[in-house]
């Protein structure tokens, strides 16, 4: 494929996508195509390499019907998703300088030796601390995991439009009661994990009600010469 026929490729599926209310039930995502979406969550990038993610693919209808009071905006797309996912980004004592995982990541997945991992600790000591001041709020360096997680979200989410998948990314939950169901349910571990924002996936019902809107490129787009 040249590079033109590939930005079409690519500018059709930014077109295609958009926020899907309601999936058809009776369509199912393959093994195969939902494989690849995750797959691009996977290699997803990450602030240093630390990948603080989590994709809990929730397929089970009574957790989800146990999640549909608490979230307003995935009244549609929680009963009828193909595949709903819920991104879980680490916590705080996770994501912190000196926490065991951070220690496991460089060791274990990155294979850095001990005395590079020591200095790369001090590295990101200093960023958290000092550049980014993340302990400055309580939810500073889950922010930032955050950040990281809707990286992958974004991902996943083209990677779906560009075969044709429709999804709706979901923020329009109660945080603290869509963690417990989950607690309760022995699917989230708290000391380690809190809920990103979720993502359903499926095939489009209905042709959206409106036509895309956003403002110009004049409008977001500053140049400086
Ligand atoms: C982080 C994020 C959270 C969102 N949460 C919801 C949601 O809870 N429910 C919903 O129906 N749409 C949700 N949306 C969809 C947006 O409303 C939608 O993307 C936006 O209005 C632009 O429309 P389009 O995606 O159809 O182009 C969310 C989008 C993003 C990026």
């Avoid at 009828?80 to 996912?85: I, L």
């Avoid at 989410?157 to 709706?168: F, H, R, V």
Wanted: hydrophobic share 35%; net charge neutral; with cysteine.
């Amino acid at each position: 494929m040249n590079k033109e026929n590939t930005k079409e490729e690519v500018l059709k599926a930014f077109n295609f996508r958009c926020a899907c209310k309601e999936f058809d039930p009776e369509k199912k995502i393959s093994k195969e195509d939902f494989d690849f979406i995750l797959e691009t969550g996977r290699l997803s990038p990450s602030s240093l390499g630390l990948e603080p993610w989590r994709f809990v693919v929730l397929q089970n209808k009574e957790l989800r019907e146990k999640l549909k009071p608490i979230s307003w905006g995935a009244q549609g797309q929680l009963p009828t998703a193909s595949h709903y996912v819920i991104l879980l980004a680490r916590n705080k004592e996770e994501m912190t300088y000196n926490s065991e995982y951070i220690d496991k990541m460089m060791k274990v997945t990155h294979k850095i030796p001990q005395d590079i991992a020591e200095l790369r600790r001090n590295r990101i000591e200093d960023y958290q601390k000092n550049d980014a001041k993340m302990f400055d709020t309580d939810r500073g360096v889950f922010d930032w995991a955050c950040k990281q997680v809707y990286i992958a979200m974004g991902n996943m989410m083209t990677s779906a439009a560009m075969i044709g998948i429709d999804l709706c990314p979901i923020e329009g939950y109660n945080r603290d009661e869509a963690e417990k169901i989950l607690e309760d349910a022995g699917i989230l571990d708290k000391s380690k994990f809190g809920i990103a924002c979720m993502v359903a996936f499926g095939y489009r019902l209905n042709e959206p009600k409106r036509a895309k809107t956003r403002q110009s490129i004049e409008e977001i787009i500053q140049w400086v010469n």
